[in-house]
């Protein structure tokens, strides 16, 4: 006995069987394209976000030319935090973005008058009010942002001059008040600052550095961050000497040229 059958049903019902796949074919289409348009967004933020950081840095190469200091200052302070906040125990990942963000504390400085930050003598009272400004200019520069690299740059901005004991500015920060990578960066300037020629005093040698960073241990300075300096100082100098090196192989270049970032 044969099967009846019903070709008028049968079309009816692969009728929309075909209109389905017809229909998550182009949902498919749809969302690879929405996936390409995503990935060409992501892109551009990311080349805006690598701008915008440049920029930042210019800056603070600006600030630092105007301030009179060696083209390499501030990759020695990103290098000194780095090593002081690994042996302090903080993660590899934190470390290498100190060293990015460590950079930037003195991008302030470029809204300080030149005649101020290199003037050969002291400072009068009034000029040292608006030098003490540079941390808020600095923080106002960099903004509030969420991305990790400006967050943690507003913040050494803001900080590295507050003291642990309290007497420090702008704020008057003191103890754990002040962020850590503030209290990092802190010494590691005064560190560097101190055993560079300046434009109103000549490099003190590193061993009275050293008993002036170990008297201010406790008021100054954090004395946690202090003892992490001192068990490490082989390695801070000889990062230094090699800094030294290729500052003297690189008088002649360009102060913008990427030579300046080396380790």
Not at 91 to 104: G, I, K, S, Y
Not at 150 to 171: D, R
Request: proline share 5%.
């Amino acid at each position: 006995m044969k099967t009846p059958t019903f070709p008028e049903a049968a079309s009816t019902l692969a009728e929309p069987a075909g209109e389905m796949e017809c229909l998550t074919r182009r949902i498919e289409q749809a969302e690879a394209e929405l996936a390409a348009l995503r990935k060409e967004r992501d892109q551009a933020f990311r080349a805006i976000a690598d701008l915008r950081n440049e920029t930042f840095f210019d800056l603070a190469r600006s600030a630092e030319r105007n301030d009179g200091e060696s083209p390499l200052h501030t990759a020695r302070i990103g290098i000194y935090t780095s090593l002081i906040a690994a042996e302090l125990g903080c993660p590899d990942a934190h470390c290498q973005l100190l060293e990015r963000a460590a950079q930037l504390h003195d991008i302030g400085k470029i809204g300080i008058h030149a005649t101020i930050l290199s003037k050969p003598g002291p400072l009068t009272t009034e000029e040292w009010k608006m030098m003490r400004e540079h941390p808020r200019i600095g923080a106002s520069i960099i903004g509030e942002s969420e991305q990790p690299l400006l967050k943690l740059a507003g913040e050494i901005a803001m900080s590295h001059h507050e003291h642990f004991n309290g007497f420090g500015y702008p704020l008057g920060l003191a103890g754990e008040a002040i962020p850590l990578a503030g209290r990092i960066v802190g010494l590691a300037d005064f560190f560097d600052a101190l055993t560079h020629d300046r434009s109103y005093r000549q490099a003190l040698p590193v061993d009275k550095v050293l008993s002036m960073i170990g008297e201010r241990r406790g008021e100054q300075f954090d004395p946690l961050v202090v003892d992490a300096f001192m068990r490490i100082f082989e390695q801070i100098e000889e990062v230094r000497e090699q800094l030294v090196e290729q500052e003297a192989f690189g008088d002649a270049a360009d102060w913008d040229s990427p030579w300046w970032m080396v380790y």
